[in-house]
């Protein structure tokens, strides 16, 4: 069971717009932390997306945008296209004794 | 270029020990703090552990407290995991990766390509 919870599975057509959520607690999001996000492509290692919540790094499409509200954050990607298929995964920290740097459990986006 | 390769992994039999190497190039490697995220086959990312740049603090998931220890040697660039009383359950590619600007709290910007660490009898 992971610290922060995604959907298992978002999906949506070419050009399309979609979201995948990221629900926390108040000793993670919701105590000020940062997210992340990250994209996995089959086979290869995590690709950071957005970084302080809202923010790409270079190189990383406009299409990609993060926002966070209360103890949520948001993945929103548009213009869908059929290379954005991968895993996404969303990245906290957390103030409990189990560890500090938390992870969701992935969404797998898939392109119809 | 910034580059992390991992290296060490490989087949251990219950109880059994491992070390993982990660070779850091491209960047001032004492300036960032390094960790190691692990992924077990068909699951997501699990944060694994965490050092300062300098070495003198370190962090760990309960999962592994007490079993692996996280190094680093500045003057060689690397980055090392050292897992005791390996179970089934470190079954994982395991990551290293590199922050966006250096500190513990901060997003993970390079990965490695990862090295397979399978516990089984």
């Known amino acids: 069971q992971s610290v922060l919870t995604q959907p298992p599975s978002v999906s949506g057509a070419p050009g399309q717009r979609v979201t995948i959520s990221c629900t926390g607690s108040s000793s993670n999001i919701g105590a000020g932390y940062d997210v992340q996000w990250y994209q996995q492509l089959p086979g290869t290692a995590p690709k950071l997306l957005i970084y302080?919540?809202?923010n790409r790094p270079s190189g990383v499409p406009d299409r990609f945008s993060g926002s966070k509200s209360g103890t949520s954050a948001s993945l929103a990607i548009t213009g869908l296209q059929a290379e954005d298929e991968a895993a996404y995964y969303c990245?906290?920290?957390?103030?409990?004794?189990?560890?500090?740097?938390?992870f969701g459990g992935g969404t797998k986006l898939t392109v119809l | 270029e910034v580059q992390l390769v991992e290296s060490g992994g490989g087949l251990v039999q219950p109880g059994g020990s491992l070390r993982l190497s990660c070779a850091a190039s491209g960047f001032t490697f004492i300036s960032y703090a390094m960790s190691w995220v692990r992924q077990a086959p068909g699951k997501g990312l699990d944060w694994v552990s965490s050092i300062s740049g300098s070495g003198d603090t370190t962090y760990y998931a309960d999962s592994v407290k007490g079993r692996f220890t996280i190094s680093r040697d500045n003057s060689k660039h690397t980055l090392y995991l050292q897992m005791n009383s390996l179970r089934a359950e470190d079954t994982a590619v395991y990551y290293c990766a590199k922050p966006l600007f250096g500190s513990s709290y901060d997003a993970f910007h390079i990965w490695g390509q990862g090295t397979m660490v399978t516990v089984s009898s």
């Open positions: 302080g919540n809202s």
């Open positions: 990245q906290s920290y957390d103030s409990s004794l189990s560890g500090y740097v938390v």
